[in-house]
């Protein structure tokens, strides 16, 4: 297959040189082996039939070996899912000039392929199948809504924003006192939903921010949803707006490890400089009496990946004091999975908001 087409990849990955055309009488293990010498496999067959097929190659990958630590065990699932990553993704699907799916059976995905890359750029568009799959489950979220615990009215996440199933962050924010009438930055703000909370408690308006545009136009869409947009602007920005706020809010990525795509921001930090970069410009970001409100997990320093109180000296450094601390413990799914690899960590994790002032 030798025409042209434009090719989108969630981890910016270069454009497969050539694509072999497949259909429905692929195998599995013929997939496999395919893959692994290097090829790119375009398939041309069913939409029932392509989703199994890469459902049976994710369960033909090697499983990690057992971990005597909770940090082995974190690298050997970092590792596995880009081997799953690397494996699955070279069987590739197109688009036509429309975002039609070229698969017989498929379900619409034209809506969600706007928003996610904006019109067409040509004739063929190529994808990874998991890209697609992950697009559906996405759109499936975003036209039924999702109910977060502290939020009036249902959220609708994007595909690539980050979806705060972790309810337990949120929950958080309504413990905080003294909310009516401050203004508000979300520094990172995904799909809003920390800004919503703060201003149907009675804030007078808010700022978000975010380094990812579709965030941006996905905060802007919940904020118009819930009746809050004459209240709420988003931004693209890495960390702060211009001025100063009486509440500046942040859910920051929570492990410091590099990410390895486009999704992995919201949740790695390489080196910490989201949550250094934050907590050195807060203190000039804050009104005379204003506070920083920081919520994040601990799961890092249970893996080792973080010393115990270094996240104190941080924020100490940074010349700001903790006025109060709130906490939880984790109630997500992963932390009741016995059978999560991370599960004697994650069953031990506590989120905290920290509320900080200047010093």
Known sequence: ??????????????????????????????????????????????????????????????KPPAAKTALDAFRQERRSRQLEHATLSKIVVGLDAEYRLLLAGAPRVSEGCRLLWGPPRGPLTVTALKTVLGLIGAEAWREKGLEVPGLEGRLHPAFGVYTPTRAEYVELLTRVRDVKGSTVFDIGTGTGVLSFVLLQRGASRAIGTDVEARAVVCAQSNAKALGLSGRFTAMERALFPEGRADLVVCNPPWIPEAPKNRFDVAVFDADQAFLRGFLSELPQHLTQTGRGLLIISDLAELLGLRQPGALVQLIEASGLTIARTHTTKAKHGKAKDREDPLHAARSKETTTLYELVRR
Do not use: C, H, I
Request: charged residues 30%; without cysteine; aromatic residues 8%.
């Open 1 to 62: 297959m030798s025409s042209a087409f434009v090719f989108q990849s969630e981890s910016d990955e270069p454009a497969p040189a050539q694509l072999v055309e497949v259909d429905d009488r692929l195998t599995a293990d013929d997939a496999l082996k395919r893959v692994r010498r290097g090829e790119t496999l375009w398939y041309r067959g069913t939409f029932l039939n392509a989703k199994q097929l890469v459902s049976a190659m994710g369960r033909r990958l090697p």
